[in-house]
């Protein structure tokens, strides 16, 4: 039973575009989300994270949309750059067991010159 | 500084082998973990560690021996491994407050090949 899902395994952006990746949750006890940047063969690099407390939050480059309702979270990157080019992992923490995250299977995006 | 280190970062084995992965934070993190990663597939957790203490066992064979010295260390001691427990191992932690969870920052990972 798979609780976070990213259904898109790739995408596929040209640089100076904006890059959207997706996460679905079904699990309601989620209240804290993280995405992770990942290259080959290195571990995940912290992005950013919302708690379910809010709908947006922001950091540069970087922003992460929450909707409750939908158990829907976006990631948007703008404008991409050829460094972006990465696997992202959206993960969720419940409100209870707070250090148990719960990973989607990523997405490989690929930044076009 | 959110710097998290791994050694070694590879390591060949074999299935009579002992060995032992090494992690160190100097962020003053209280909770440290460890996580097994394959290709292609999302970081799965094996223990955490909170306050020096074993806090969760995800059902882990006892072939995986974790050990927490201080709260800036985490090693993972192997023995008698399967092949198919070559992966990349990922150590990580985090801060630990009341009210509310915090982000886990993971260090490079041990590449591990056992044959």
């Known amino acids: 039973d798979q609780q976070v899902k990213q259904n898109s395994p790739s995408l596929s952006v040209q640089e100076g575009r904006i890059s959207i990746l997706n996460c679905d949750y079904t699990n309601s006890m989620f209240d804290y989300f993280l995405w992770y940047k990942k290259y080959p063969a290195e571990g995940p690099t912290f992005l950013i994270s919302?708690?379910?407390?809010?709908d947006k939050n922001e950091d540069g480059r970087f922003t992460v949309f929450l909707n409750k309702s939908a158990k829907h979270l976006s990631l948007h990157i703008v404008p991409s750059q050829p460094g972006d080019s990465a696997v992202y992992f959206c993960a969720a923490l419940p409100i209870q067991g707070a250090q148990k995250l719960v990973f989607g299977q990523g997405t490989r995006l690929t930044i076009n010159p | 500084d959110t710097e998290v280190t791994q050694t070694p970062k590879h390591l060949v084995m074999g299935m009579t082998n002992k060995k032992s992965l090494k992690c160190e934070q100097h962020m003053g993190h209280r909770a440290m973990y460890w996580y097994k990663q394959k290709a292609k597939k999302p970081p799965e957790l094996m223990f955490v560690?909170?306050?020096?203490?074993?806090?969760i066992n995800e059902s882990v064979p006892s072939r995986f021996s974790p050990e927490c010295p201080n709260s800036s260390l985490l090693n993972l001691h192997l023995h008698a491994l399967q092949p198919e427990d070559s992966a990349l191992y990922l150590c990580?932690?985090?801060?630990?407050?009341?009210?509310?969870?915090?982000?886990?920052?993971f260090g490079p990972g041990t590449r591990l090949t056992v044959t």
């Open positions: 990580a932690s985090s801060q630990i407050r009341a009210g509310g969870p915090y982000e886990q920052y």
């Open positions: 919302i708690s379910s407390i809010k």
């Open positions: 560690y909170s306050y020096e203490k074993l806090s």
